[in-house]
């Protein structure tokens, strides 16, 4: 099998040419058609995965988030993305990355956020005008009060503390969601009559949020974690023979809570 093989289901299910503008998505190092015998998982392209994947013999990584996100001036170990780069060229690792692909399709990250607070009639937030876009809005099984539907977010992302905005006073029956950074969305989950909005990177002005409208933060990691599963069962079922793991240590997040 070749890098390009592997790609391939990936693109099936989140093509490339869904990616924004700024993002960069796809095989930023490697051949296509390099031979592959094993692929590593993982949420984020760091030196230590890099090491977990030569030391388990993994010849392709596959992550969510790109490990080279704009133009290198300089590839040096003294910093982490320079690190990685010479670590993965030096061991002939070829690596992808599935970011703003993965976040456009409906059964990408924000519709695993969505599953996990099990919402029907779950929807495009931001559409793109061809069924996909960022962010999915849906309804509750059951209206929530904020005091409960705070408790069952933190249960079913198994948070200690999320960050939030003043608690609506009515109930909450529908909620949007965005996985990662999603500030920018916080217009449309209002324009989409959610009461709640879930999301990562939240800005200290946009707490300041209109009455009957709620915003959790429940932190960019946290949000997006699931997409490793999603892209190891996605491998797995095209290549059921084919060694695929997830990393031994998933918990990549850089933000440490005391």
Sequence with gaps: MIV???IKVIEDFAPLSLQEGWDNSGLCIGSPDAPVSSVLLGLDCTPELVDEAVECGADMIVTHHPLIFSGLKKI???NPVGEAVIKAVKAGISV????????KVIAGVSGAMAARLGLKDVEILDEDGD???????GNLPEPLTAEQAVRLVKERFG???LRASRPVEGMISRVAMCGGSGGSLI????????????SGDISYH????????????IGHYESEIEIVDILFSLIKKNFPTFAVRITQNIYSNPIFYF
């Design 4 to 6: 390009r093989d592997v």
């Design 76 to 78: 040096s170990p003294d």
């Design 96 to 103: 992808y990355a599935a970011h703003t692909s993965a976040d």
């Design 131 to 137: 069924g996909t876009g960022l962010g999915v809005v």
């Design 159 to 161: 948070l200690k503390a």
């Design 187 to 198: 217009g449309a989950a209002m324009k989409s009559g959610a009461q709640l909005y879930l």
């Design 206 to 217: 946009n707490f300041f949020t209109h009455e009957g409208f709620m915003i959790m933060d």
